[in-house]
C-alpha cells in the first residue's frame, strides 16, 4: 500500500503521517518525486490504516499494491532512481561503461587493462577476485588480494571499481575495496546474501538469474531495498533456454520492461548474454537502444590465455575502443550522453 501527498506538503506533516503508519507495526519509506511525495507501507497493516489515511490532511490518495515487491515498484518511487558515486551517475542522462576482465589475474594484467579501459572512455573497471565457477577445479579467483590489485589499479587510472561478492562473510571487505559490489546470476537468490547487503550502502549490481522470472528479479533487488540499501542497479545478463549456439539468451526485452515494473537502473551484460566475443559488439549496442542505462563488458588483453576460460568472450582491446566510439555517436540518439574524451574521475 502506498500514500500519496503532494511535494506542497511540508516535511513536519509528512514525518506526523510516518509516525502514524508506524504506530500500526509497519514500516514506512518516504520516496520524494518531482511532483508528488510517496509514502511506502512495508509490511501487514490494519485494515483500517488505509481508511485513516485517506482522512488524514495532506493525502491525496492511497493506492493498494498487488506486487510482491513495493520498494522496487515504479508505484511506490515514479522517478527514476539515479545513484551518484564520486561524480558518475548511473540511471540518470549518462551512459555508463563498465569494462575489465572476467576475473584479476595479477597486477600487470589489471593495471594495463585499466589504462585500456579509461583511455577507451570508461568509466567503472570491472573484475572478479573471488568466481563461482560450475566446475571445483576451475579458477576461482585469487581473493583479497585481487581486490587490493584492482582498487590501486582503479585508483591510479582514475576509475570506479566493481567485483563480485559471493557470501555473506566477504560483503565489507569487498565494500572496503571496491564501489559498486555485484551478485552474479547463482547468488540472485543468496537471500543471507541479499540481506547483508541491505545493511551497506556500498551501489550493489544484481544480475539476474539465469531461469528467473521479472517477479523474481524484482524480489531479489526487495531484499537488498528493504534492508535499507537504495542503492542497487538491475542487470540482465541473459537466461538459460533451449538455444545452444549462445552461451545464454540475452533478453532486450527484459530492459524495457524492467523500466516500467522499476525504478532502479538497469543494467545490460552482452558478454555472459551470448557468450561469444563476435555478438558482444552488436548486442550492446541493440541494449543502449532499448534503454540501457549501461553496459557490463569482458575486455582482455590476451582474452585466449584467460585464466578463466571466458576469453571466447572478451573482446579486444581495440574492439573495446572501437566499440565505445560506436557508442558515443549511438547514444544521443537514444537518449543518453555518452563522451569517450570525459575524463573518469579520480577514486
Do not use: W
Not at 560450475?134 to 590501486?152: C, H, I, K, N, R
Not at 582503479?154 to 551478485?183: N, R, S, W
Not at 528467473?212 to 537488498?224: G, K, R, V
Amino acid at each position: 500500500m502506498i500514500a500519496v501527498t503532494s511535494n506542497s506538503v511540508s516535511d513536519e506533516r509528512i514525518a506526523e503521517i510516518v509516525h502514524h503508519i508506524e504506530k500500526h507495526g509497519v514500516q514506512a519509506h518516504v520516496s520524494k518525486g518531482t511532483d508528488r511525495t510517496v509514502i511506502g507501507i512495508i509490511g501487514k497493516a490494519d485494515p483500517k490504516l488505509a481508511e485513516q489515511l485517506r482522512q488524514m490532511k495532506g493525502i491525496e490518495n492511497v493506492i493498494k499494491i498487488s506486487k510482491s515487491y513495493k520498494l522496487a515498484s515504479r508505484d511506490f518511487h515514479p522517478d527514476n532512481t539515479v545513484i551518484n558515486i564520486k561524480g558518475v551517475s548511473i540511471g540518470g542522462s549518462e551512459l555508463v561503461i563498465m569494462g575489465g576482465p572476467c576475473a584479476v589475474e595479477s597486477p600487470e594484467q589489471i593495471d594495463e587493462i585499466a589504462r585500456l579501459v579509461k583511455a577507451a572512455g570508461g568509466q567503472v573497471l570491472r573484475g572478479g577476485a573471488f568466481k563461482p565457477r560450475t566446475g571445483p577445479y576451475s579458477f576461482q579467483g585469487v581473493g583479497v588480494e585481487g581486490l587490493e590489485m584492482m582498487a590501486e589499479a582503479g585508483k591510479k587510472h582514475g576509475l570506479l571499481t566493481i567485483t563480485e561478492v559471493m557470501t555473506p562473510e566477504y560483503v565489507d571487505v569487498c565494500a572496503e575495496h571496491a564501489d559498486i559490489l555485484q551478485v552474479g546470476t547463482r547468488n540472485m537468490q543468496n537471500f543471507d546474501l541479499l540481506r547483508k547487503l541491505g545493511t551497506i550502502q556500498t551501489p550493489v549490481l544484481l544480475k539476474r538469474g539465469f531461469s528467473s522470472t521479472y517477479d523474481e528479479f524484482l524480489n531479489a533487488a526487495e531484499y537488498i531495498l528493504a534492508g535499507g540499501n537504495p542503492n542497487v542497479m538491475l542487470c540482465e545478463r541473459g537466461i538459460r533456454t533451449f538455444e545452444t549456439y549462445t552461451r545464454n539468451t540475452l533478453d532486450l526485452t527484459a530492459i524495457p520492461v524492467l523500466h516500467q515494473l522499476s525504478h532502479l537502473p538497469v543494467i545490460s551484460d552482452p558478454s555472459h548474454g551470448t557468450g561469444r566475443r563476435e555478438l558482444v559488439e552488436t548486442m550492446c549496442k541493440a541494449s543502449v537502444a532499448a534503454g540501457a542505462d549501461g553496459l557490463i563488458v569482458e575486455m582482455h588483453t590476451d582474452p585466449d590465455n584467460s585464466m578463466t576460460g571466458d576469453g571466447v568472450q572478451s573482446l579486444f582491446p581495440d574492439q573495446f575502443a572501437k566499440l565505445l566510439q560506436d557508442l558515443e555517436k549511438l547514444a544521443p540518439l537514444c537518449g543518453k550522453t555518452f563522451d569517450t574524451q570525459k575524463q573518469p574521475i579520480h577514486a
